[in-house]
């Protein structure tokens, strides 16, 4: 889907780096999740937020805070980058009720060496 | 918190043929199983979804089948081509907006 966008597409950074990803949305979804994927595994949920003043954690947030700047925003950041958070990123959206699929961007392949 | 199993891990089958992928679930409470197919590099996609008011449905060669006393769910494709070669993943959630994701099956179709 083109109207959930993710920046930047790929970044390769070092160990001890700030590294923040980006997702805006033009679906008009109050609902954003950012996942993270590793080579032969599925996707786990980071964090995700119902509107702009909700923030929940998902199975594996240990390491990684969020910010929903806007209703159409909701950034990723790792604060002290470290190696084994190298891994292929995706933010989604949903609307609606708790039945509705998600809608996937892109993805951010981040290296961290 | 739910637990997607999903099997098998690869699969191939000759063009053609059919394949067929399987989930289960623990949480009794799910109540919406969407399937997405990935290529490689690319965004998951949703190829189709089942909610638990219904058994089955289909959509050209895929179909989905829904069994909740046993908790489980597949995924079935028939006539199998060469773009169907992906990775499909299943997911489940409770109402609460929250997926729970299989590990994924790497279907290759081979010509």
Same mark, same amino acid.
């Given at each position: 889907?083109?109207?959930?966008?993710?920046?930047?597409?790929?970044?390769?950074?070092?160990?001890?780096?700030?590294?923040?990803?980006?997702?805006?949305?033009?679906?008009?979804?109050?609902?954003?999740?950012?996942?993270?994927?590793?080579?032969?595994?599925?996707?786990?949920?980071?964090?995700?937020?119902?509107?702009?003043?909700?923030?929940?954690?998902?199975?594996?947030?240990?390491?990684?805070?969020?910010?929903?700047?806007?209703?159409?925003?909701?950034?990723?950041?790792?604060?002290?980058?470290?190696?084994?958070?190298?891994?292929?990123?995706?933010?989604?959206?949903?609307?609606?009720?708790?039945?509705?699929?998600?809608?996937?961007?892109?993805?951010?392949?981040?290296?961290?060496? | 918190?739910?637990?997607?199993?999903?099997?098998?891990?690869?699969?191939?089958?000759?063009?053609?043929?059919?394949?067929?992928?399987?989930?289960?679930?623990?949480?009794?409470?799910?109540?919406?199983?969407?399937?997405?197919?990935?290529?490689?590099?690319?965004?998951?996609?949703?190829?189709?979804?089942?909610?638990?008011?219904?058994?089955?449905?289909?959509?050209?060669?895929? &179909?989905? %089948?829904? =069994?909740?006393?046993?908790?489980? #769910?597949?995924?079935?494709? /028939?006539? @199998?081509?060469?773009?169907?070669?992906?990775?499909?993943?299943? &997911?489940? %959630?409770? =109402?609460?907006?929250?997926?729970? #994701?299989?590990?994924?099956? /790497?279907? @290759?179709?081979?010509?």
């Amino acid at each position: 889907d083109a109207d959930v966008t993710q920046t930047p597409r790929n970044r390769i950074t070092k160990t001890g780096k700030r590294i923040m990803l980006e997702c805006s949305q033009t679906k008009g979804h109050d609902r954003m999740y950012w996942y993270r994927q590793d080579p032969g595994l599925g996707l786990q949920l980071i964090y995700y937020s119902f509107d702009v003043k909700d923030i929940n954690k998902g199975e594996i947030s240990d390491g990684y805070s969020v910010s929903r700047q806007a209703q159409a925003k909701f950034s990723l950041s790792l604060e002290s980058a470290i190696p084994n958070q190298t891994a292929l990123y995706f933010c989604a959206t949903s609307g609606g009720t708790g039945d509705q699929p998600q809608h996937f961007g892109d993805g951010t392949r981040l290296s961290i060496l | 918190g739910e637990n997607v199993e999903q099997h098998p891990s690869t699969l191939s089958v000759q063009e053609g043929d059919s394949a067929v992928i399987k989930c289960t679930y623990s949480d009794s409470a799910s109540n919406y199983f969407p399937w997405y197919k990935q290529e490689l590099g690319k965004r998951p996609q949703l190829i189709i979804d089942i909610r638990s008011n219904v058994g089955e449905k289909k959509d050209q060669r895929i &179909a989905v %089948t829904l =069994n909740k006393t046993a908790k489980h #769910f597949s995924l079935h494709i /028939t006539e @199998t081509q060469p773009e169907d070669s992906a990775v499909y993943f299943c &997911a489940a %959630t409770n =109402n609460d907006y929250k997926l729970s #994701f299989g590990a994924g099956t /790497t279907v @290759t179709v081979r010509a």
